[in-house]
């Protein structure tokens, strides 16, 4: 008998369960199983196969998932480190790296049991409708309930059932939810002088269609499909069967690769001469490589260096050794511009990997990566997993990013940390790029983590860095312009539209206002669920919350008291396009941020857009001013340089300093000189006079004393644990007993434990929320054995503490 060691996804418990094999069934090391469970099915993975169990009482593996390929060793070396260092299960890790469409729930299904009618008139409406569906059908899946009673209500009215002993619930597990994609082909299966021979037969014989099929058959010289030959030469299916039973044609299956780079207008381009920085930098690099080793770079390159060129030769240094690398972008909106300059250098040779594509071309893509077909990966942070062997490279652009950080579900992993242990496990070099390094990152590089390379200077006729003006909002009100933008912004627009030149302005906030508030009794409308104000939409008419998607018509009067006398307060983009319109009704401007659908923006649409000369004006958020090259963008405004400073939490400095200089660098990157404009109310902050001086040095050099002083990243780790509960009082109980034995365990270390602290948002979606900061050298270390019971969410490394 042999056994398994299973990852099973499950919430909580063991971070594998053994189960025992069945002889006819063929298990090895990382293969996707179904396996018992409770009272349930679940999916699983098999981490190790063994003579013995770990434990003595075990249940037998169910399926095999011959559809999904088995995981390398090292991708379940990856899996125990991700779940390790994230603490989270592992079967949460492994799944990572499973194929697009591998089903983590099997398909269920009700049957009625033969229980006596006088039963029913004692059940609620609720299951007394459901036990009439699932009768009058015999068998009824629970995904038909669902639809038919809602999603929540189906599931708990057939469980109640099967508690009673009324329906009984089977659970069938699933295969892969999307498939390979093949089309029928149609060839010759004779020669062409046979095939001549043929077509007169079927003239002499009258059989016309025939005949002219075999004519454009032989004319193509290649297999046509059956939608083709009817556009072409009239064949229809009955025509077709005729050739093909007289033994002139064959009909095949051929597998069709749905293909998101289909549509790129791909040029091949020349490889650029280097400048001498690039030169000095590249050749440090080559030093390393020939040295045999495998180095972590981090490429501290100005806004338009031309560090995409540094990744370019790196990437085909690799490749030209046999080896395959990975490139990371930090936005999905970011993979169509970086796959583009990747493809016209490798034709061919690069797949695309983000959850923006539809489920084919997800799989067709991870296929051509684990088939060999694709030596390059691109994408945002789930390309990392993708099924890459012989890996060599690893770059991680922008790499400052907090979109690199996954913070829904868990493990709540940062794609540079997984980065950095993927390439030590594979042997392979990793490169950070960025304008703006990470705090803890540059400090890396300055204690020797890092070999620090260095790109000061701007290439070809972008020469410098654009000047930045920095604008008292305070002078302007006294002045009397209490207008969104002070008179410099305005003139600088001016000047740039008269010039036919385009123009970014950059806000960090979505809507049209931040908060609707009575004039009268100062009533301000929120979100029933969330604590926080619901924003204004003029676009949409709408009042949304940013937190849950809750929406409410714009009201005409205040529900307390009655007023219509409403105030709109603070900005948006929303408001800021309405502004432009208003002062400049003839510019063409176009909104960018995440409250347009995604199927309006689409993946290069602005790219398009902006490089076809279509826009004037482009307003967005952080969208925009991420690694976009927009050479005739030479004005960037900064409406609002202040938002975000205030926010409770020890990165707020970092950020505001990094989106400030990733968007003044969005200005004069092609041949026409640049100026950035930051109107800021706290001209005097230390962030804003470093930004507004493109000097990372000196904000480095402050940032870094307060993180020693408060004992924050690098100097120590942080972990924040957060309780979620519909009742207000069972939320701060319960975080208050966890923090009371995290007192307890960490007695004699150099733990700190901040909270238990309501969270900034207090409220989301109808839970409360508390929440506890633990910082120290390991303080996983201190969390790792301890009893979490549902509710709470354990986050390492965590994009914020508020």
């Known amino acids: 008998m042999r056994y398994a060691e299973v990852a099973v996804d499950a919430p909580a418990g063991s971070s594998t369960y053994s189960y025992s094999v069945p002889e006819d069934l063929l298990i090895r090391e990382g293969q996707s199983v179904w396996v018992p469970f409770g009272s349930r099915t679940a999916r699983g993975v098999v981490v190790e196969v063994t003579a013995e169990p770990a434990h003595e009482a075990t249940r037998s593996i169910l399926l095999a998932s011959g559809d999904v390929p088995p995981l390398s060793r090292r991708q379940i070396e990856i899996g125990r480190w991700l779940s390790n260092k994230y603490l989270s299960s592992l ?10 469409g591998t089903a983590r729930e099997p398909d269920v299904y009700y049957e009625v049991v033969d229980v006596a009618h006088e039963s029913l008139p004692s059940l609620p409406a609720r299951q007394k409708a459901v036990l009439q569906h699932v009768r009058e059908s015999g068998k009824l899946s629970l995904k038909e309930l669902r639809r038919i009673h809602g999603r929540t209500a189906a599931g708990q009215a057939a469980d109640a059932l099967v508690r009673q002993g009324v329906l009984r619930r089977n659970e069938v597990p699933r295969g892969r939810r999307v498939e390979a994609r093949t089309e029928l082909l149609v060839s010759l299966k004779i020669d062409p002088q046979e095939c ?3 077509i007169d037969s079927l003239r002499k014989s009258r059989a016309w269609r025939q005949a002219q099929v075999l004519e454009f058959l032989l004319s193509s010289e ?12 009239g064949a229809s299916p009955a025509v077709l069967r005729a050739l093909h039973d007289r033994g002139l044609v064959e009909l095949h299956e051929q597998r069709v690769w749905r293909d998101p780079l289909a549509s790129l207008n791909v040029r091949s381009l020349d490889t650029p001469a280097l400048t001498d920085w690039q030169t000095s930098v590249w050749e440090s690099m080559v030093a390393n490589w020939d040295d045999g080793s495998s180095p972590e770079f981090l490429l501290f390159g100005v806004t338009g260096s031309g560090k995409t060129e540094i990744y370019l030769r790196a990437v085909e240094r690799m490749l030209a050794v046999g080896r395959r690398a990975i490139c990371l972008v930090p936005e999905i909106a970011l993979a169509a511009q970086t796959v583009e300059r990747f493809t016209s250098r490798f034709p061919g040779r690069v797949a695309l990997i983000h959850s923006g594509l539809s489920s084919g071309q997800q799989f067709d893509e991870w296929e051509r990566v684990r088939s060999g077909a694709a030596d390059v ?13 012989n890996l060599g490279l690893v770059v991680l652009d922008e790499e400052h990013e907090w979109a690199y950080k996954q913070d829904d579900v868990a493990p709540r992993y940062h794609a540079r940390a997984v980065a950095k242990e993927l390439a030590r496990m594979s ?19 300055g204690t020797g983590g890092l070999h620090l390379l260095e790109l000061p200077h701007r290439i070809g006729g972008a020469a410098q860095l654009p000047p930045v003006e920095v604008v008292d909002m305070r002078t302007e009100l006294r002045q009397g312009n209490s207008g969104l933008f002070s008179n410099t912004l305005v003139s600088a627009i001016g000047d740039a539209l008269a010039r036919r030149e385009q123009i970014l302005l950059f806000l960090n906030r979505r809507g049209t206002a931040t ?5 009268r009794c100062g009533h301000v409308f929120s979100c029933p669920r969330c604590s926080v104000a619901l924003a204004h939409h003029s676009a949409r008419g709408r009042l949304l919350c940013h937190r849950c998607g809750y929406s409410a018509p714009v009201p005409e009067r205040c529900p307390t008291c009655r007023s219509p006398r409403l105030r709109f307060i603070g900005v948006g983009t929303q408001r800021v396009v309405e502004e432009v319109n208003s002062l400049f009704p003839h510019a063409r401007t176009i909104r960018w941020d995440s409250d347009v659908p995604a199927r309006v923006r689409g993946e290069s649409r602005l790219h398009e857009a902006v490089h076809g000369g279509h826009v004037d004006v482009i307003v967005g958020t952080q ?23 205030n926010v409770p939490d020890y990165r707020s400095g970092e950020r505001v300093f990094q989106l400030l200089c990733q968007a003044a660098g969005r200005a004069g990157r092609g041949v026409k000189p640049g100026r950035a404009v930051v109107q800021s109310y706290a001209p005097e902050n230390y962030v804003i006079r470093a930004a507004a001086t493109h000097d990372y040095r000196s904000f480095f050099a402050a940032e870094i004393r307060y993180r020693e002083d408060a004992y924050y990243p690098p100097f120590s780790s942080v972990v924040r644990l957060v309780f979620a509960h519909l009742n207000e009082h069972r939320c701060r109980l319960e975080a208050e007993r966890v923090h009371a034995e995290l007192v307890r365990r960490a007695r004699g270390g150099d733990i700190r434990i901040i909270g238990p602290f309501p969270a900034f948002v207090w409220r989301v979606r109808g839970r409360y929320r508390w929440h506890i900061t633990v910082r120290g050298s390991r303080p996983g270390d201190l969390i790792a054995g301890l009893a979490l019971p549902q509710g709470w969410t354990v986050d390492v490394d965590p994009a914020s503490v508020a």
């Open 91 to 100: 079967y949460a890790a492994l799944a990572l790296m499973l194929p697009p």
């Open 196 to 198: 001549a021979r043929e």
């Open 222 to 233: 290649r297999p046509m499909s059956p939608g083709e030959l009817r556009t072409g030469s």
């Open 377 to 389: 990966v691109v994408g945002p942070r789930s390309a990392l997993f993708a099924p890459v062997d």
């Open 427 to 445: 042997g392979a070099a990793l490169i950070l790029g960025s304008a703006t390094p990470d705090v803890e990152t540059f400090h890396r590089a």
């Open 515 to 519: 908060l609707v508030q009575c004039r």
């Open 623 to 645: 969208m925009v001013a991420k690694g976009l090259d927009f050479p005739n963008v030479t004005l960037v405004g900064v409406v609002s340089a202040d938002l975000g400073l």
